[in-house]
T-cell receptor, first 114, second 113 residues
Framework: AQKITQTQPGMFVQEKEAVTLDCTYD???????LFWYKQPSSGEMIFLIY??????QNATEGRYSLNFQKARKSANLVISASQLGDSAMYFC???????????FGQGTELSVKP | EAQVTQNPRYLITVTGKKLTVTCSQN?????MSWYRQDPGLGLRQIYY???????DKGDVPEGYKVSRKEKRNFPLILESPSPNQTSLYFC????????????FGQGTRLTVV
């Protein structure tokens, strides 16, 4: 069965520094997709970045980049130049099969300190 | 504005009183789903729908019903809510294709006492 693991329940980072949020996954599929979502204290789920299993380049979206290491089955999110507004819960998710179902990790709560 | 709208945002109810959480999307998405979020467990899928009149169980369907009579609407029905259904619920929709992101509603925080 597919599984997503986020081993960091909480993280602290100083404003303007970079931070890496860990995500490992387990799947026997050759084709899969990996997603990161941000959930601020207001509760909504905000899509950040996507990486396909066949993508050779690591995905980047502004200050977000995904460090994709296929052999190690990891898809870590890197946030550069952290801002106070980055304080939130972050979820890693994997698309299961062709139906589009997302399997989520437990989440990492990031706190950015001024 | 493209969006997924859930109502209500907050709901406190009593055990056994039937309730419906509505979900509507304006993006003409075929695929819609419901998730519940619980601390330490992330989000888990309750039900999903590939298209009108096509629904199927997710990972935690017990105690829930859904319907998909129109493409834009996908209500979640709790026939007889119990305290273990106290949770944060999300509706999501997406376009067909395995690699498109899901758009989430604002969430519904349900408390069953």
């Amino acid at each position: 069965a597919q599984k997503i693991t986020q081993t960091q329940p909480g993280m602290f980072v100083q404003e303007k520094e970079a931070v890496t949020l860990d995500c490992t996954y387990d799947t026997s599929d050759q084709s899969y997709g990996l997603f990161w979502y941000k959930q601020p204290s207001s509760g909504e789920m905000i899509f950040l970045i996507y990486q396909g299993s066949y993508d050779e380049q690591n995905a980047t979206e502004g200050r977000y980049s995904l460090n994709f290491q296929k052999a190690r089955k990891s898809a870590n999110l890197v946030i550069s130049a952290s801002q106070l507004g980055d304080s939130a819960m972050y979820f890693c998710a994997m698309r299961e099969g062709e139906r589009g179902k997302l399997i989520f990790g437990q989440g990492t709560e990031l706190s950015v300190k001024p | 504005e493209a969006q997924v709208t859930q109502n209500p945002r907050y709901l406190i109810t009593v055990t056994g009183k039937k309730l419906t959480v509505t979900c509507s999307q304006n993006m003409n998405h075929e695929y819609m789903s419901w998730y519940r979020q619980d601390p330490g467990l992330g989000l888990r899928q309750i039900y999903y729908s590939m298209n009108v009149e096509v629904t199927d169980k997710g990972d935690v369907p017990e105690g829930y019903k859904v319907s998909r009579k129109e493409k834009r609407n996908f209500p979640l029905i709790l026939e007889s809510p119990s305290p273990n259904q106290t949770s944060l619920y999300f509706c999501a929709s997406k376009t067909p294709g395995p690699n498109t992101e899901a758009f989430f509603g604002q969430g519904t925080r349900l408390t069953v006492v």
